[in-house]
Nanobody
Framework: QVQLQESGPGLVKPSQTLSLTCTVS??????????LSWIRQSPGKGLEWMGA???????YYSPSLRGRTTISRDTSKNQHTLQLNSVTPEDTAVYYC???????WGSGFDSWGQGTQVTVSS
């Protein structure tokens, strides 16, 4: 059974780059069988899909975050990574990683991490 665990700094200053990792257990990030998405939820708002990556290199980003977001995989650590540049207080949110099997792309997520809180503040 695959398990996902997000981790990150917790507090980031405005204009800096936010870097998060999603550690995978029970599966390999070199598998091309799934997409790994990053999703966030800001206070009082719904879930926002940020983007997704597949091992083959297919990567998709939300149009609203394209240009600030980079999603990749660190095969040496079996982790997925998210970088969000030039953060503002509006990027304060709980950030989640979630998996979609490639055959089910577009049909939702079969595994979620528990989420990690990120606050952007000086």
């Amino acid at each position: 059974q695959v398990q996902l665990q997000e981790s990150g700094p917790g507090l980031v200053k405005p204009s800096q780059t936010l870097s998060l990792t999603c550690t995978v257990s029970g599966a390999s990030v070199t598998s091309n069988d799934y997409y790994l998405s990053w999703i966030r939820q800001s206070p009082g708002k719904g879930l926002e899909w940020m983007g997704a990556n597949r091992y083959s290199g297919s990567t998709y980003y939300s149009p609203s975050l394209r240009g600030r977001t980079t999603i990749s995989r660190d095969t040496s650590k079996n982790q997925h990574t998210l970088q969000l540049n030039s953060v503002t207080p509006e990027d304060t949110a709980v950030y989640y990683c979630a998996r979609t099997l490639a055959r089910d792309w577009g049909s939702g997520f079969d595994s979620w991490g528990q989420g990690t809180q990120v606050t952007v503040s000086s």
